[in-house]
T-cell receptor, first 116, second 109 residues
């Protein structure tokens, strides 16, 4: 399909386990965003890439969270030593333009992470 | 700090009109977005306002007043499929989207 895809859709992890969440943005989209969404809340910004450059990671809650987009397309969000408070839906969004140009973001279906 | 306020939940009747309000206080303003999010699904884009006034798109309209830090989303001829959460988000001076918590809209027959 032509939309943003994320995998896995659901992930259950034991506390202390490392997880990796994948995002495939729309082909040609310059910007890629990661958000964390708790139940009944709006998305909270985690980090932003323009092509392969991570321009803003101010929203990452701790140094256990790491994101990369090495070739400017697919991105991976890694969470090390997961904690129960990491349980949330992780949304990825992509946008055609780079920073400084308001443009709608297209969201993937999200990965629902549950940490036991 | 940055703040986006919208009602937590609203109820309306099928076929009626509903207005969902959003007020914001952000560091800078580069536009306001409305997104629709069905339960368990991704947010989908509805509208973008950067100038004052009303933007109409089919059954949905969005209004912005920058001086008041206020926007509303107007939904007409409500259908059952409009039951969803409606998220207001402001693009701040860093071109980062600041999101409200969303308004859960319940449509009753």
């Amino acid at each position: 399909g032509a939309g943003v895809s994320q995998s896995p859709r659901y992930k259950v992890a034991k506390r202390g386990q490392d997880v990796a969440l994948r995002c495939d943005p729309i082909s040609g989209h310059v910007s890629l965003f990661w958000y964390q969404q708790a139940l009944g809340q709006g998305p909270e910004f985690l980090t932003y890439f323009q092509n392969e450059a991570q321009l803003d990671k101010s929203g990452l809650p701790s140094d256990r969270f790491f994101a990369e987009r090495p070739e400017g397309s697919v991105s991976t969000l890694k969470i090390q030593r997961t904690q129960q408070e990491d349980s949330a839906v992780y949304l990825c969004a992509s946008s055609l333009k780079g920073t400084g140009v308001p443009h709608e973001q297209f969201f993937g279906p999200g990965t629902r992470l549950t940490v036991l | 700090g940055q703040n986006i306020d919208q009602p937590t939940e609203m109820t309306a009747t099928e076929g009626a009109i509903v207005q969902i309000n959003c007020t914001y206080q952000t560091s800078g303003f580069n536009g306001l977005f409305w997104y629709q999010q069905h339960a368990g699904e991704a947010p989908t884009f509805l509208s973008y306002n950067v100038l004052d006034g009303l933007e109409e798109k089919g059954r949905f309209s969005s209004f912005l007043s920058r001086s008041k830090g206020y926007s509303y989303l107007l939904l007409k001829e409500l259908q059952m499929k409009d039951s969803a959460s409606y998220l207001c988000a402001v693009l701040d001076s860093n071109y980062q989207l600041i999101w409200g918590a969303g308004t859960k809209l319940i449509i009753k027959p």
